[in-house]
């Protein structure tokens, strides 16, 4: 239904700074909201950012507030994810994801219905 690819991940120095890129096709129309999600080897797959497609609302993880902004360009069907101050801890692969229709809430994996394929973002202290 939709297809997404992300892009803009790399290594990159405690403090430094990514902007995370997810380009969207196939049936945007029908998304309701869009999210990021992370994974560090052993943890299990943690909620980040999501953002509201038709109004922009957006809803931030405690750790990342005051460095991270989700942002959307409708008119490119493009989500973005800009990292500021990052931090080793930040080291994971960030994955985007489509949601149809609110079915749990926002935080949850499970309120997703289109996946990327992730890439991987390493911080170095």
């Known amino acids: 239904q939709v297809q997404l690819v992300e892009s803009g991940g790399g290594l990159v120095q405690a403090g430094g700074s990514l902007r995370l890129s997810c380009a969207a096709s196939?049936?945007?129309?029908?998304?309701?909201?869009m999210g990021w999600f992370r994974q560090a080897p052993g943890k299990e797959r943690e909620f980040v950012a999501a953002?509201?497609?038709?109004?922009?609302?957006?809803y931030y993880t405690d750790s990342v507030k005051g460095r991270f902004t989700i942002s959307r360009d409708a008119a490119k069907d493009t989500l973005y994810l800009q990292m500021n101050s990052l931090k080793p801890e930040d080291t994971a692969v960030y994955y985007c994801?489509?949601?149809?229709?609110?079915?749990?809430?926002?935080?949850?994996?499970?309120?997703?219905?289109?996946w990327g394929q992730g890439t991987q973002v390493t911080v170095s202290s």
């Open positions: 953002i509201i497609w038709s109004d922009s609302t957006t």
């Open positions: 196939g049936r945007t129309f029908s998304s309701y909201a």
């Open positions: 994801a489509a949601d149809r229709d609110w079915k749990y809430y926002l935080a949850n994996p499970q309120e997703y219905d289109s």
